[in-house]
């Protein structure tokens, strides 16, 4: 069995910046793209950047420039730094991976479980 547990989110002021986390665990036997989505209140769940294990990114335009994603390999876990927050981010962010299972042949999309960011003065 699978687990992607997220941390770090929270409320932060307009132009302010917070760091996502988010870690795999359980029978992993290899972690292929990670990212992060998100889905605000109202809204559909929207990409919000992907991570390849070559390190190969991809993110929405709305965060270009503002968000970083990056990932360690060795610890199974994604990140996303987001700066110049703006009341918009505002939303649940959810991690992602696909990965081949170890136990269970084939490969495999995983979600976490959420976590909230809440951008307001």
């Known amino acids: 069995q699978v687990q992607l547990v997220e941390s770090g989110g929270g409320l932060v002021q307009p132009g302010g910046s917070l760091r996502l986390s988010c870690a795999a665990s359980g029978s992993i036997f290899s972690i292929y793209a990670m990212g992060w989505y998100r889905q605000a209140p109202g809204k559909q769940r929207e990409l919000v950047a992907t991570i390849t294990s070559g390190g190969s990114t991809n993110y929405a335009d709305s965060v270009k420039g503002r968000f970083t994603i990056s990932r360690d390999n060795a610890k199974n876990t994604v990140y996303l730094q987001m700066n110049s927050l703006k009341p918009e981010d505002t939303a649940v962010y959810y991690c992602?991976?696909?990965?081949?299972?170890?136990?269970?042949?084939?490969?495999?999309?995983?979600w976490g479980q959420g976590t909230q960011v809440t951008v307001s003065s």
């Open positions: 992602n991976a696909d990965l081949a299972d170890a136990v269970v042949a084939g490969i495999y999309d995983y």
